[in-house]
């Protein structure tokens, strides 16, 4: 039973690690992109489609990383390159998602979708408690622990890393030294775009086999606070993903064994902890402020 609450626990929390993971490398660049929501339904979408179409899960997992990515570039152009307010076409980038990706899953709703098998490893996935959950899951998981180990090592290990957060840190001088900020944040941009492609992927390819209008349910904001919550920190991400996993799966199998709670209080309980996350945050400031970039949702004009 435990072994059961643990898998969906991750199949939940997945999707969260990989968005907040791409908005964190996103954010260490210095741009704050709020349209993580709208780049992991379109993820979703793509996915869905393109495996439906094709057969391949695989092939779909490919179009949601390409959706999200696609539509990542659109928030990179309107801010890199336009110079747009950050929070505004962030919000408008959402809202436009949600639009877009119900449009083009019209046609898809009720159909039965093309499920990601899991990887299953002989012998390691015997093991008792800790074979299925570690060694029988789908190749996203696999996939998200990767970018764990990646994330961190790229950030703090390595040299291009330290000139991302340079530019975080003061994008002015990140220029007068001779970086490319623009062309840095790009790429920052395009990163994170296809790790919220790649967790919508994950929604519908994964979680819920299917297209369902509107299926994120907020899960790009709660992958933005859980940012926060991690400090910026890549392995604390992978803890707080699993920790809001816990609650939405929690609540779940509280209004399956009939808790005496109103399902609506129950179904609101994952957006509530994060509102609670950010309230005890907020009471610790200086860490927080130590830990955010300085250059965050600051635009950068080059010299001309």
């Not at 709020?34 to 996915?47: F, H, N, P, T």
């Not at 962030?90 to 159909?111: D, F, H, N, W």
């Not at 860490?287 to 635009?299: D, E, Q, R």
Request: net charge positive; glycine share 12%.
């Amino acid at each position: 039973m435990f072994e059961a609450i643990l898998l969906t626990v991750i199949t939940a929390a997945t999707p969260l690690v990989i968005a907040a993971l791409g908005e964190l490398v996103t954010e260490r660049a210095g741009v704050l992109n709020l349209g993580v929501e709208g780049m992991m339904i379109m993820g979703a979408v793509c996915a869905f489609a393109t495996a439906h179409l094709t057969g391949s899960p695989y092939l779909g997992v490919l179009a949601g990383i390409g959706g999200g990515a696609l539509f990542s570039l659109l928030f990179g152009f309107l801010t890199l390159t336009l110079v747009t307010n950050q929070v505004a076409t962030g919000l408008a980038l959402t809202i436009l998602g949600l639009g877009v990706s119900g449009q083009l899953g019209e046609s898809y709703v009720g159909i039965a979708g093309t499920k990601l098998q899991p990887i299953v490893f002989p012998v390691l996935s015997d093991i008792p408690f800790i074979g299925r959950v570690l060694f029988a899951q789908d190749l996203i998981f696999y996939l998200s622990i990767a970018l764990i180990i990646g994330v961190n090592w790229f950030l703090f290990k390595s040299r291009t890393g330290l000139k991302m957060r340079a530019i975080g840190d003061n994008h002015g001088s990140a220029h007068a030294l001779g970086i490319s900020v623009v062309r840095t944040r790009y790429l920052a941009v395009l990163f994170g775009g296809a790790c919220a492609g790649l967790a919508g992927a994950q929604l519908s390819l994964v979680y819920t086999p299917q297209w369902v209008e509107n299926m994120s349910a907020g899960r790009g904001w709660i992958a933005l606070a859980l940012v926060v919550f991690a400090s910026w920190r890549p392995w604390r991400i992978l803890a707080g993903g699993y920790l809001f996993g816990a609650v939405t799966i929690g609540q779940l199998h509280a209004q399956a064994f009939g808790v005496g709670i109103p399902s609506q209080f129950l179904s609101a309980l994952p957006y509530a902890a994060t509102i609670v996350v950010l309230v005890i945050i907020s009471h610790n400031r200086r860490t927080t402020l130590i830990n955010t970039p300085a250059s965050l949702g600051k635009p950068f004009v080059p010299d001309r």
